[in-house]
Structures are given as structure tokens and as C-alpha cells.
């Protein structure tokens, strides 16, 4: 029996050997912080995504007197052969006012929106000059009314939006070149319904 157990012995430990062997290979092998002995990092959390706002607030209807097909006329009432076109539409889903001005050798475009975040109306606009206009304010004693940065050292615009019994808007440009001390009307209009209707 002893001679027999001796026999064994030598045996068993080299199957042994040789199981651990093989679970080694087989194991896959281990790569980061967990091959160095460090705990796996934690699961981060899901990010929420943020909620549509949408822009339903009262404040983005304040600009919608404007929205139109329009024959722009000087407001003094001077008969002109080929009177100026403007065409201001909501986009965006009603985030942003669209305009499409014509003129007899001039053409212009703009978009209007308002910023929730400074709550007020933003204007950037550029024609066939080149001349570019960057307007900020909004709604002011019943008139929307948007002007030049005062830090900016270009001339000054400013631009006022007018509603009228009837449907119809006057719209003035003014321009200042001595940083808001004097105005002059460089630009005086009426908005009348193309067609006679809105």
C-alpha cells in the first residue's frame, strides 16, 4: 500500500499542475485598472435630455403685426411709379420672423427673433449694399423699436415698428453719426396690405 500511495503522489501533482496550466490559458486576459489590480470605474448616470421649449410664450407674438405681404409707400403720401415690396413670414416654428424687402436697384434680407435668456427682440439684417445692420431692444410704449449697439463705432441705426388702425405699420430708420446725440430719418415708411388685405 505504501509503495503504491509513493507511486501516486508524483502523479497527482503533475495532473494538477497541468489543470491550472490550462485554466490559465484558457482565461481571457485582463486590460485597464482591473489588470492592475484596481476596481473598474462606476457606470456613469444617463444624461437627461433637455425638454422642448418651444416658443408659445406671448412674448415671440409681439413682432406678428408685421407678418404680411406688403407694398411699402412714403409716408408722406408722394405717388412712386414702382413702390417697394416686403415680405415677412414666421419660421422656425414660430421661433424666428423671415423678411424679403425689394426695391427698384436695392434688395434686402433679415431674421428677427427673440432671446428668452435676455428677453429681448435681435435683428441682423444685410442688402444689396453690403451695409449689415446687428439691432437689439423690443416692445416700448406700443412700438417695437430695436437699435445699434451704443458700443459700436459704426453710425448708429435705429428702427422703429409701428401698428396702425387698418392693419397697416409704419416703419422709420433713423442714423445717427454722433453716437446717439442727433437722428436723422433716413428712411420713413407705410406698410400697406398687398391686395388691399392681410
Known amino acids: 500500500m505504501k509503495i503504491a500511495l509513493d507511486k501516486a503522489v508524483p502523479t497527482l501533482a503533475l495532473l494538477t499542475l497541468a489543470l491550472v496550466a490550462t485554466a490559465q490559458d484558457e482565461a481571457p486576459p485582463q486590460q485597464g485598472a482591473a489588470a492592475q489590480g484596481e476596481p473598474p470605474p462606476a457606470a456613469e448616470a444617463p444624461v437627461a435630455p433637455l425638454p422642448p421649449q418651444g416658443c ?5 407674438a409681439q413682432f406678428d403685426f408685421w407678418v404680411g405681404e406688403w407694398t411699402v409707400l412714403p409716408w408722406s403720401g408722394r405717388e412712386v411709379d414702382n413702390p417697394s415690396r416686403n415680405r415677412i413670414e414666421k419660421i422656425l416654428d414660430g421661433c424666428a420672423l423671415s423678411e424679403q424687402f425689394a426695391a427698384e436697384g436695392y434688395s434686402g434680407n433679415s431674421i428677427t427673433f427673440y432671446d428668452r435668456y435676455d428677453e429681448r427682440w435681435h435683428q441682423t439684417w444685410v442688402a444689396s449694399d453690403g451695409d449689415p445692420l446687428y439691432l437689439v431692444g423690443g416692445w416700448r410704449d406700443g412700438k417695437m423699436v430695436l437699435a445699434d449697439d451704443p458700443q459700436d463705432e459704426r453710425p448708429k441705426s435705429r428702427l422703429t415698428w409701428q401698428p396702425l388702425d387698418g392693419g397697416q ?30
Not at 56 to 60: C, E, I, L, N, S
Not at 183 to 189: H, I, L, R, S
Not at 190 to 198: D, F, H, I, N
Open 169 to 198: 405699420v409704419r416703419q422709420t430708420w433713423e442714423l445717427s453719426r454722433d453716437g446717439g446725440e442727433t437722428w436723422q430719418t433716413v428712411f420713413d415708411g407705410r406698410y400697406v396690405p398687398a391686395g388691399g388685405g392681410r
Open 56 to 60: 408659445d410664450d406671448a412674448a415671440y
